[in-house]
């Protein structure tokens, strides 16, 4: 049954230190988005990448986050430093290039206190 | 800034009714898509309607697309508890990106 992993599933961290929120796409999938969810803002495109180059990370704050992909079976999103502003679930999705559907992992709860 | 909008933000029903979401965007699209939220649960694609389509169907889903008004509806017919969900629509841009809307919050009442 192939999904999309993410680890880990909750993390709280204090204000301050890196956290590190890793994703496992399905296997042959080209394509890996990053969003973030909040109440107030809804789902936010962060980045994604075709191919594992990244084609836009327009939507993430360029100061604290980065978004990697070292290799196909693994994306990674890093904040460093953790603000208790980017609390939220941090989704991975992955897919084929072309507009297909996405397939969606657990997210990973982040509390920043 | 997100391109989707939808309405409305709630929807209370009963059991067997019709339920139906509407959806706006702003840009040209590829395609259309509807994904369902269970709560604290990653999402999971419903249907997708293509630029050049107009409606689709899948089960009790009906899905319209109107590319001149930029905008689209999801209709779930005969609803069911289980239906309770929130409910967003994403566009898939002609860069590459899927961008999803707020969200529509159903509730479905036994």
């Known amino acids: 049954d192939a999904r999309v992993t993410q680890t880990p599933r909750h993390k709280v961290t204090e204000m301050g230190q890196e956290v590190t929120m890793r994703c496992q796409p399905i296997l042959g999938h080209n394509t890996v988005f990053w969003y973030r969810q909040t109440m107030m803002q809804g789902l936010e495109l962060l980045a994604y990448f075709r191919n594992r180059a990244p084609l836009d990370d327009s939507g993430m704050p360029k100061d604290r986050f980065s978004a990697e992909m070292p290799d196909a079976t693994l994306a990674t999103l890093k904040i460093q430093p953790s603000e208790p502003r980017d609390s939220a679930v941090y989704f991975c999705?992955?897919?084929?290039?072309?507009?297909?559907?996405?397939?969606f992992g657990q997210g990973t709860r982040l509390t920043v206190v | 800034s997100q391109q989707g909008e939808e309405d409305p933000q709630a929807l209370s029903i009963q059991e067997g009714e019709n339920a139906t979401m509407n959806c706006s965007y702003k840009?040209?699209?590829?395609?259309l898509q509807w994904y369902r939220q269970n709560s604290g649960r990653g999402l999971v694609h419903l249907i997708l309607?293509?630029?050049?389509?107009r409606e689709k169907h899948s089960g009790r889903l009906r899905v319209t697309l109107d590319t001149s008004k930029k905008s689209s509806s999801l209709l779930i017919t005969a609803s069911r508890a289980a239906d309770t969900a929130s409910y967003f629509c994403?566009?898939?841009?002609?860069?590459?990106?899927?961008?999803f809307g707020q969200g529509t919050e159903l509730s479905v009442k036994p």
């Open positions: 840009t040209s699209i590829n395609n």
């Open positions: 994403a566009i898939y841009n002609q860069g590459g990106k899927l961008i």
């Open positions: 999705a992955s897919g084929f290039s072309g507009g297909t559907e996405a397939f």
């Open positions: 309607i293509r630029s050049n389509e």
